[in-house]
């Protein structure tokens, strides 16, 4: 194959500038690292002549990388940046997770991108384990979706228990009856007994008895009564 060292990469990161940006690009051949081979401590090179006519000069002032003389900006990535901006971006990926709902279209997109080969050699490149990353994604996922469901539940909101069970048609009973979401429940009441006064810790343990919490228990699938003896040993509440 000719061209086998990579030179280093030229590119706009920025969109379009006045002058036209050269751009010089990697073999086209897929590989699992798309720097393998690159011996150079600068992989990417980004030009951008004629800056200052785009942007407003106290912009300028604050790179090193602004050249007054020739009004460009040249940035200069090595590996360990471009990893950087890999790892944000797949940050980014996780964040976005946060804001979906179960059975949406963007959280398909996105948990079907993890069954993408894309999503293996950026794994591969950042040294990181695709299969456990996305065993832990779907992990987190669950119990934030189960998260969800607690707010009602402490409230004896049946209306709301039954909205929660609608839209997380993919939490099972094992899922909804599960240590670890008892442990999620547990430890939201223990936030709200904090360093109350001992009446009002009664009157907390008295409302998980309420006919309205233990309606909505029944109707999630959760133990209420493995939960309230949970709390009590916890914090030491004898009623």
Same mark, same amino acid.
């Given at each position: 194959?000719?061209?086998?060292?990579?030179?280093?990469?030229?590119?706009?990161?920025?969109?379009?500038?006045?002058?036209?940006?050269?751009?010089?690009?990697?073999?086209?051949?897929?590989?699992?690292?798309?720097?393998?081979?690159? %011996? #150079?401590?600068?992989?990417?090179?980004?030009?951008? =002549?004629? /800056?200052?006519?785009?942007?407003? +000069?106290?912009?300028?002032? @604050?790179?090193?990388?602004?050249?007054?003389?020739?009004?460009?900006?040249?940035?200069?990535?090595?590996?360990?940046?471009?990893?950087?901006?890999?790892?944000?971006?797949?940050?980014?990926?996780?964040?976005?997770?946060?804001?979906?709902?179960?059975?949406?279209?963007?959280?398909?997109?996105?948990?079907?991108?993890?069954?993408?080969?894309?999503?293996?050699?950026?794994?591969?490149?950042?040294?990181?384990?695709?299969?456990?990353?996305?065993?832990?994604?779907?992990?987190?996922? %669950? #119990?934030?979706?189960?998260?969800?469901?607690?707010? =009602?539940? /402490?409230?004896?909101?049946?209306? +709301?228990?039954?909205?929660? @069970?609608?839209?997380?048609?993919?939490?099972?009973?094992?899922?909804?009856?599960?240590?670890?979401?008892?442990?999620?429940?547990?430890?939201?009441?223990?936030?709200?007994?904090?360093?109350?006064?001992?009446?009002?810790?009664?009157?907390?343990?008295?409302?998980?008895?309420?006919?309205?919490?233990?309606?909505?228990?029944?109707?999630?699938?959760?133990?209420?009564?493995?939960?309230?003896?949970?709390?009590?040993?916890?914090?030491?509440?004898?009623?």
């Amino acid at each position: 194959m000719k061209n086998n060292t990579i030179q280093p990469l030229e590119l706009d990161l920025f969109g379009e500038v006045s002058t036209k940006v050269k751009k010089t690009y990697i073999r086209k051949t897929k590989v699992s690292n798309p720097f393998e081979g690159c %011996k #150079a401590d600068t992989i990417v090179v980004s030009r951008h =002549p004629n /800056l200052e006519k785009e942007y407003p +000069g106290h912009l300028t002032l @604050l790179t090193d990388d602004f050249d007054h003389e020739t009004g460009e900006v040249v940035f200069e990535w090595n590996e360990e940046d471009v990893k950087s901006l890999w790892r944000g971006l797949l940050e980014s990926h996780f964040s976005q997770l946060r804001q979906t709902t179960p059975d949406s279209a963007l959280r398909n997109e996105i948990l079907q991108w993890q069954d993408s080969d894309d999503f293996k050699t950026l794994c591969d490149y950042l040294d990181f384990d695709a299969e456990s990353l996305k065993v832990g994604v779907i992990s987190a996922m %669950k #119990a934030y979706d189960l998260t969800k469901g607690i707010k =009602p539940l /402490l409230k004896g909101d049946v209306s +709301g228990c039954k909205a929660f @069970l609608l839209s997380n048609p993919a939490l099972t009973n094992k899922d909804r009856n599960s240590l670890r979401f008892q442990n999620l429940i547990v430890n939201k009441i223990s936030e709200k007994l904090g360093r109350k006064t001992k009446a009002v810790r009664l009157k907390i343990m008295a409302s998980l008895s309420s006919e309205d919490v233990v309606e909505c228990a029944n109707i999630i699938g959760v133990d209420m009564a493995n939960i309230r003896n949970k709390v009590r040993y916890t914090h030491y509440i004898e009623c």
